[in-house]
């Protein structure tokens, strides 16, 4: 069965940093753009990062910009965000994603999630 | 930033009904819009991308429609297995980032 798996979720003090993961079963992770998701009770789900599938393209949300890093390592069919200076709004459920492109527009859509790994920042 | 509004943010409907839900965005977004399911405790699921063509194995009584800024997604038959919220998703702007609506939260009478 096709899965992506996240781990690396913990609870963590303002300004912290974590590295969470996200490995591939029965798909190969190197062929597309994954992307990072998180959802949260009250903001609900908002796009974090994307990196293409050979690593040589990622962008952020401006949130996040200069504290978060994507990462991949096609040879460990792994995804990876590094997430430092965390702050309290940080906090929510992330789930790592694979990109779905569906025509020639270079757009694409989320066909394949991971359960998500909690991260909590607080003091 | 393009923002998407759905309504209703929450629903209650008896099995076998018709129910629709409408997500509005702020700006032109031609037909780069996608339905998403999401079951409580589970992840977002798939239904429609393109803002009407439907996922592979997805039910058919799932349909959406819509361009521009208005669209709409409708179940014709309501089932006791499509209880949890749905989520648009708009990717025009898809390199920059994505967005989603706050979700329309189905019950089962």
């Known amino acids: 069965e096709v899965q992506l798996v996240e781990s690396g979720g913990a609870v963590v003090q303002p300004g912290g940093s974590l590295r969470l993961s996200c490995a591939g079963s029965?798909?190969?992770?190197?062929?597309?753009?994954m992307h990072w998701v998180r959802q949260t009770p009250g903001k609900g789900l908002e796009w974090v990062s994307l990196i293409s599938g050979d690593g040589t393209s990622t962008n952020y949300v401006d949130s996040v910009k200069g504290r978060f890093a994507i990462s991949r390592d096609n040879s460990r069919n792994s995804l990876y965000l590094q997430m430092n200076s965390l702050r309290t709004e940080d906090s929510a459920l992330y789930y790592c994603a694979k990109a779905f492109y569906y025509d020639g527009s270079g757009r694409a859509v989320f066909d394949v999630w991971g359960r998500g790994t909690m991260v909590t920042v607080s003091s | 930033d393009i923002q998407l509004t759905q309504s209703p943010s929450f629903l209650s409907a008896s099995v076998g009904d018709r129910v629709t839900f409408t997500c509005r965005a702020s700006q032109d977004i031609s037909t780069y819009l996608a339905w998403y399911q999401q079951k409580p405790g589970k992840a977002p699921k798939l239904l429609i991308y393109s803002a009407s063509t439907l996922q592979r194995g997805v039910p058919s009584r799932f349909s959406g429609s819509g361009s521009g800024t208005e669209f709409t997604l409708t179940i014709s038959s309501l089932q006791p297995e499509d209880l949890g919220t749905y989520y648009c998703?708009?990717?025009?702007?898809?390199?920059?980032?994505?967005?989603f609506g706050g979700g329309t939260k189905v019950e089962i009478k």
């Open positions: 998703e708009q990717i025009y702007t898809y390199l920059r980032g994505v967005t």
């Open positions: 029965e798909l190969t992770l190197g062929h597309y753009t």
